[in-house]
Every structure is written in structure tokens, then in C-alpha cells.
């Protein structure tokens, strides 16, 4: 073999190895920060889904399935804070009897959170 066509496949193999390899490097630490992003549950969640490819719908319906309770009855159905996961909420009820409205309030004790509806 010539010298110089073995110093060619060398160093052509070494630049195609050393681009791939800065990619690959690039591609880890943007999946590392991304992976990072979310917390633990949203993570399983996530990952226990079967689905190859997820929407911003389909992750939004995910999470909410992890907050609310559909089949309540509640007017308030949270099962966990939609901010911080929480499972320790505070219900409550309010009547007013002047305007002869009910009120129902649910608080995160965690983390502040609420919400009301009439």
C-alpha cells in the first residue's frame, strides 16, 4: 500500500470519528438537560406511557391524569396539586347564605396553591 493513500484513510477516518464524537457529546448533554428539566414523577410518567412520540396534548392529558380525578363527583376532583405534586390538600366549603351561593375552595398546604369554583 501506498504510504501516502494509508496517511489519507488514517486521518479521514480520525476526522470522521472526531465530528461524530462532537455530536454525539453535543446530542448526551442536550438530552442530560432536557432529562433534567423534570421532575421524578414527570419522568415516570412519561416513561410508563407506550406511546413512541408524545404531543404537548398527550403529555398535558398525561399529567392531568396524575392531578384530577375524573370520575369524582367533587367539584374540585385535584387527587395531587397540579404545581408541585403534592398530595396534601385542604378542602373547603363556603355558604353564603345572603346570595344563597356555595363556594368550594382546595388548597396545597405545600405549596400555596388553590383554586375555587362556584
Known amino acids: 500500500m501506498d504510504a501516502q493513500f494509508l496517511i489519507g484513510l488514517l486521518l479521514g477516518g480520525f476526522i470522521t470519528w472526531l465530528v461524530a464524537h462532537i455530536y454525539y457529546r453535543k446530542s448526551s448533554n442536550d438530552q442530560k438537560r432536557f432529562y433534567l428539566k423534570f421532575s421524578k414523577d414527570v419522568r415516570n410518567v412519561i416513561l410508563q406511557d407506550n406511546r413512541a412520540k408524545?404531543?404537548?396534548?398527550?403529555?398535558?392529558e398525561l399529567?392531568?391524569?396524575?392531578?384530577?380525578n375524573p370520575k369524582s363527583r367533587d367539584p374540585l376532583p385535584y387527587k395531587a396539586c397540579p404545581k408541585c405534586g403534592s398530595k396534601d390538600l385542604n378542602r373547603s366549603e363556603l355558604t353564603d347564605n345572603r346570595r344563597d351561593e356555595t363556594y368550594w375552595t382546595i388548597t396545597c398546604r405545600s405549596c400555596g396553591w388553590y383554586d375555587w369554583t362556584q
Open 63 to 68: 399529567l392531568k391524569e396524575k392531578t384530577m
Open 54 to 60: 408524545l404531543s404537548v396534548r398527550d403529555l398535558n
